[in-house]
DNA sequence: TGCTAAACTTAACAGTGTTAAGATTGGAGG
DNA sequence: CCTCCAATCTTAACACTGTTAAGTTTAGCA
């Protein structure tokens, strides 16, 4: 049954159970022992994977961010002329309903201090994912719209920070669960 | 010198303290033993003042927002003709600075469950003061302005998505620490 | 002055992250 | 097929954490 050194799929399986318990009971109360205990394995053997609880988490919030990220290009590329004002829209949706359907996934995304926000237009490697791809996409977007680049700039850091912000708002704990945000997602977003 | 059983402003001293440490370390790092240290007192002393650790992030947090509401405060007081929109600006511009001054603040205030949002336009007692205050402030300068309910609605929670969106990204770690906020505050928040 | 309740200390408990040392195992090379 | 090694896992320990119980000090009121 409970066979001892359990092969091949600790690691994944550390990070897909953390990432349960964090929906569950929120990142602090994430303790590695317990997570051990969860998956069937010894108190130490996390180690054998991570050098850390804090490389789990990393790689946890890599592993959000890949969900996320799919989500957005699901919304860009579902899109019906992905090239049209409408496709930003659907992106800044995705990334609303993704925290809505996943609270817990916000603090823990975001108040984890490994995170690269780049705000500039260059491509830095390193960034968090899926904000450089909603900026690439935007981008092009507003060129083709005829916008300049200044009004491009300010029209990218205000729309992502409208969609961050509702992000943040819904995923809070407290907040009126029954809102209504698709309607108000339909009327801020467009301006 | 150290006298024993310093009395009168220990719990004072504990948030003050508490909130230091945040600030410096983060509030992951922040210990109820370290802290106890640091305010030359035994381990178990904070218990004969808060309940437990959660007790006390909790008044940290009532803290936090006071000082926040102060600044709100201050930023629509002092506006020329604080019933114009330009003190819906001012209010949103003293809400970035803020966090873009104790950038720990944000994640401390924000990732912790215990804060309450009202989106309606009841006066729910409870929630969190500076969106309360922003709340009322805007809707009367909106109303003065002629909008009616449903734009005033939708307008508060924009405006405060925005705002609250900005806040989020300046206080993350790794973004730009050199980027022009004011900038963007002025070119974002008029639309 | 004496008493009481609040404020503090000491000592212990269970739970946490982490490391060192050793046991088990799959799989590559002879 | 066998051997051996590196990867994987276990056990045992360490220092640190939040928390509680029981006892000590002290301010301030009767």
């Known amino acids: 049954m409970d066979k001892k050194y359990h092969h091949?799929?600790?690691?994944?399986q550390l990070i897909k159970s953390g990432l349960q318990?964090?929906?569950?009971?929120?990142?602090n109360k994430l303790s590695l022992r317990r997570l051990a205990?969860?998956?069937?394995?010894?108190?130490?053997?996390?180690?054998s994977?991570?050098?850390n609880k804090e490389e789990l988490l990393v790689a946890i919030q890599e592993y959000v961010t890949e969900q996320l990220q799919r989500c957005l290009q699901d919304a860009y590329e579902k899109t019906e002329h992905c090239n049209s004002p409408i496709a930003i829209l659907n992106m800044g949706k995705a990334y609303v309903q993704f925290?809505?359907?996943?609270p817990e996934y916000y603090s823990f995304l975001f108040a984890q201090?490994?995170?690269?926000?780049?705000?500039?237009?260059?491509n830095e490697p390193n960034a968090f994912e899926p904000f450089q791809y909603y900026k690439e996409k935007t981008y092009t977007i507003y060129k083709n719209e005829g916008f300049d680049e200044e009004r491009i700039k300010y029209?990218?850091?205000?729309?992502?920070?409208?969609?961050?912000g509702i992000a943040a708002i819904a995923s809070m704990q407290?907040?009126?669960?029954d809102f209504e945000w698709e309607d108000v997602l339909d009327k801020i977003l467009v301006e």
Do not use: T
Request: hydrophobic share 45%.
């Open 8 to 12: 091949g799929e600790l690691k994944i």
């Open 21 to 27: 318990m964090i929906q569950e009971d929120g990142i």
């Open 37 to 47: 205990q969860m998956c069937n394995v010894s108190e130490a053997a996390p180690y």
């Open 49 to 51: 994977h991570f050098k």
């Open 99 to 102: 925290f809505i359907k996943y």
């Open 113 to 122: 201090p490994y995170l690269k926000i780049d705000l500039s237009m260059d």
């Open 155 to 164: 029209g990218i850091i205000a729309m992502w920070a409208k969609v961050h």
């Open 174 to 177: 407290g907040v009126n669960r």
